[in-house]
């Protein structure tokens, strides 16, 4: 009793929260109905700020085992070269040991790093472990960025031969021959770059708990799906953050440690993000326009009245993900 003789009240206790239900999708920090260039940036910017600790420990890790491994195949790739060089009287600057690194081990390797981008885009609770989450589910990942790479290896071979031909002994280069393998090398550079910004997603759609259940071939289809209508953005993405790399590493590759490499995986990451959510591939949060058909959502609730597409279905049914225009 309160002294001037009233009785005190109890303020109402909160409702008790009830854990989200199975399936259920919830919302997290980062929620864009649809990917832009400039949204990218920002959403990896504070993914960036966030969680830097996180990206600076696993770029450091992932750059270590780079060049341990690196200066391995790197010795083996001389003495291939020293045999070529030997038999042929030229040097075709082939490197098959690190062809087979790139896509057994620092494919799958490239995939837990951008994974790990992910959670720290989503702000989801990630263990740093995950840096290597593309060796626990190994064969899928591995089809699903090794394709990709043996796509760049075959567009790139005949040029690189062609312009290691064209290379005297003495290393000077052969007129015509020179400048015919030097266009062949950058209309495959070009080619290459199409196909990493169509496929790039692949390896991490299979990873995604949020997405279905990909195989490695069906990651790749709908990589190629989730990047239709977004190419030139996606590779102005491409083109700005390899600009920022080669300018963070020109200043005694300190900057790329700390700054250039951190803030890149993040960038990619958000970028997936968004366009997993936008296609209906792997909500982030509710939709306010429909992933398949754009219908503005805010009155509706369930399925799409125009086209009957359930915006945020369950994410562990890969069967309502495979019908026509998406897988």
């Not at 760049?152 to 062609?162: D, S």
């Not at 290459?192 to 990909?214: G, I, K, M, Q, T």
């Not at 491409?238 to 790329?256: D, G, K, Q, R």
Request: hydrophobic share 50%; charged share 10%; with cysteine.
């Amino acid at each position: 009793m309160e002294p001037d003789g009233t009785i005190p009240i109890d303020p109402p206790a909160p409702p008790p929260t009830e854990p989200p239900r199975a399936g259920v999708i919830e919302p997290t920090p980062l929620h864009h109905d649809h990917y832009t260039y400039s949204g990218a940036f920002s959403a990896g910017w504070a993914a960036f700020k966030r969680r830097y600790g996180l990206m600076l420990g696993a770029i450091c890790t992932y750059a270590a085992i780079l060049f341990a491994i690196g200066f391995v195949v790197g010795f083996v790739d001389m003495f291939i070269q020293w045999g070529i060089v030997s038999a042929l009287g030229v040097g075709l600057q082939l490197s098959p040991a690190q062809w087979v690194a790139n896509v057994f081990i620092f494919g799958p390797l490239a995939a837990g790093l951008l994974w790990l981008g992910v959670h720290a885009v989503r702000d989801e609770a990630a263990s740093f472990d995950e840096l290597f989450g593309g060796f626990r589910n190994y064969k899928p990942v591995l089809i699903a960025s090794g394709i990709p790479m043996v796509i760049n290896i075959a567009v790139m071979l005949p040029a690189t031969i062609a312009f290691g031909l064209s290379v005297g002994p003495t290393g000077a280069f052969n007129g015509p021959t020179a400048i015919a393998a030097s266009i062949a090398l950058i209309v495959g550079m070009i080619v290459s770059v199409y196909f990493n910004v169509r496929l790039l997603a692949a390896p991490v759609l299979v990873l995604d708990d949020r997405a279905p259940e990909f195989t490695g071939t069906d990651a790749l289809r709908a990589s190629w799906r989730l990047t239709e209508g977004r190419v030139l953005s996606l590779i102005g993405l491409a083109v700005t953050l390899y600009l920022l790399i080669a300018i963070t590493m020109m200043l005694f590759c300190l900057p790329m440690f700390f700054l250039g490499a951190p803030l890149t995986v993040p960038v990619i990451a958000a970028a997936y993000s968004m366009l997993a959510h936008e296609r209906g591939i792997a909500p982030v949060g509710e939709y306010t326009l429909c992933p398949m058909c754009g219908y503005d959502l805010s009155a509706s609730t369930g399925a799409c009245p125009e086209c009957g597409n359930v915006p945020a279905p369950r994410s562990d049914h890969r069967e309502a993900y495979a019908r026509p225009g998406l897988m």
